[in-house]
């Protein structure tokens, strides 16, 4: 077993490769969904490819948390319980609700995805599997769970809301794009990636320690950069696109 030291050491590494691709992403569009283009290879039906893509953010976690030697308290099951949830949503339910009929996205990207995704997930499983005794009696009602824990169940809240309300637009129009509206797409062009960004700051929150830390850095890596191209594609495809509207973050981004 790494030494909690060593396991950190890796943990801020990854969170540098983290900094690193967010800003990449905010040169180079991610090419699936609205963004797919030519030139990236070889493709792979959409709905397989988010199975694939996902499938490591729930098993490896797992794999880790069970074979892990440290005290598997209460403070871990919950955590590990709750970043299972997401993820089985995220990979069985997900994918098969997607209205993607005939879209595809290329190998690279599922590629790229499941190794960022065995990454995070490893760091998840190992910390939860190994070092759940340096929670001390008490956690679960302390403020850093407390908060965390309600920044979480907001954060998903708005999170599957949002996908779900981005699925039913295509209830009428084979695989095209409408402008969405209502509830928080008020603010914002993409609340589904606003909600994921909360709902791990949460759970860095209710862990409080550089692993969590990690997993809402690559999130918000990921999400900000892709919010900001799909509201500039709004913007250029829709001309009444509402004008006050802001990516992912209300008034500021
Ligand atoms: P999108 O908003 O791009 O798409 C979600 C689904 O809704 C797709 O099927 C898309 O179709 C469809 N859709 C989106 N907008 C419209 C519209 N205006 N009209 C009609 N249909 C629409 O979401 P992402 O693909 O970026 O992400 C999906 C989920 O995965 C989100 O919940 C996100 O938070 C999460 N995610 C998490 C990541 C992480 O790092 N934790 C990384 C990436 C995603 P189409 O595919 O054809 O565009």
Redesign the pocket.
């Known amino acids: 077993m790494l030494s909690l030291s060593s396991f950190y050491l890796i943990v801020y590494i990854w969170i540098a490769v983290a900094v690193f691709t967010f800003l990449l992403l905010l040169r180079i569009s991610a090419p699936y969904?609205?963004h797919s283009r030519p030139g990236w290879g070889p493709q792979i039906g959409?709905r397989t490819g988010w199975i694939l893509m996902e499938l490591p953010a729930l098993a490896v976690p797992a794999i880790f948390f069970f074979l892990g030697q440290g005290e598997k308290n209460t403070v871990v099951w919950v955590l590990f319980l709750l970043f299972i949830v997401h993820y089985v949503n995220?990979v069985l339910v997900?994918p098969f609700r997607?209205?993607?009929h005939g879209?595809k996205m290329p190998l690279v990207i599922v590629f790229m995805a499941v190794f960022f995704n065995l990454v995070n997930g490893f760091i998840i499983g190992y910390f939860l599997g190994n070092y759940g005794g340096i929670y001390p009696a008490g956690w679960l009602s302390g403020i850093p769970f407390i908060a965390g824990l309600i920044l979480f169940i907001a954060g998903m809240s708005l999170?599957w809301w949002a996908?779900n309300k981005?699925?039913q637009?295509?209830k009428s129009s084979a695989?095209g794009?409408?402008?969405?509206r209502g509830g928080v797409f008020r603010w914002v062009s993409?609340p589904?990636?606003l909600g994921?960004i909360v709902e791990w700051a949460g759970y860095a929150v209710m862990m409080w320690n550089p692993a969590g830390l990690s997993f809402a850095v690559?999130?918000a890596a990921?999400?900000i950069p892709?919010a900001r191209d799909?509201h500039q594609w709004y913007k250029e495809t829709f001309e009444d696109y509402p004008p006050r509207r802001r990516a992912v973050i209300p008034h500021v981004l």
């Open positions: 969904g609205r959409n995220r997900f997607l209205r993607t879209k999170n996908d981005l699925i637009l295509r695989n794009y409408r402008i969405p993409c589904n990636h994921e690559w999130t990921n999400l892709r799909h």
